[in-house]
């Protein structure tokens, strides 16, 4: 049972970005192979710092050999709601690029925020089709690294949990009441001409 969102933008934008949210309840709905390479295909095509395109997907889907190892990359308050989802997506950002022209690697500074960057295509692409992204931090980055061999000049960035938004029931109690679009600062507190403000 998706849950339809109510919350209203200050200022005209788009639907799709006041209708995606981050759910936690997933109903037991599987994700086809095809409909997840077609929420990855959307990250692809995420803008990065001299095009680099630092961010790599490690993925696995809820039926599958991985699943249990992927589960396992999740701290234990994440695991008690991911375990319904569809998938799980490691989302990766490598910390090094070629310059045009160059042959040695060079550090990239901004490889995390254009992990961010391919992590909201993909979230937004998620949402257009039906299917609720949520990222999480609370994951085990060593545990990763050493079952997937990631190599030490990719950052762990997040995991996602990608799922059909389901009742708020199929959550442990104390999620229940959590279990609804969140709303966001007021613009003012967050952006101003010619000067820095902070809303906090």
């Excluded at 961010?116 to 998620?126: E, M, N, R, S, T």
């Excluded at 299917?131 to 997937?148: F, K, Q």
């Excluded at 960035?157 to 708020?168: M, S, T, V």
Aim: with cysteine.
């Amino acid at each position: 049972m998706a849950i339809k969102t109510i919350r209203t933008p200050s200022y005209p934008i788009d639907a799709q970005f006041v209708e995606r949210w981050s759910p936690r309840a997933f109903t037991s709905d599987p994700i086809d192979e095809r409909t997840i390479l077609t929420i990855l295909e959307a990250a692809r095509w995420a803008p990065s710092s001299y095009n680099s395109q630092p961010w790599r997907f490690v993925y696995a889907r809820r039926e599958t050999d991985q699943w249990v190892s992927f589960l396992s990359f999740l701290n234990e308050f994440n695991r008690s709601w991911a375990v319904r989802a569809a998938a799980i997506v490691v989302v990766l950002s490598k910390q090094t690029f070629r310059l045009p022209g160059k042959s040695e690697e060079a550090s990239l500074p901004t490889h995390s925020f254009d992990a961010g960057a391919a992590w909201a295509f993909l979230a937004l692409q998620a949402s257009l089709l039906g299917w609720g992204a949520h990222a999480l931090a609370g994951i085990n980055s060593d545990h990763i690294r050493s079952e997937l061999s990631i190599p030490d000049d990719f950052s762990i960035e997040a995991c996602i949990a990608l799922g059909r938004a389901g009742d708020a029931a199929l959550l442990p109690h104390f999620l229940q009441a959590k279990e609804v679009p969140s709303e966001r600062r007021p613009l003012v507190e967050l952006a101003a001409e010619g000067r820095f403000v902070d809303g906090t």
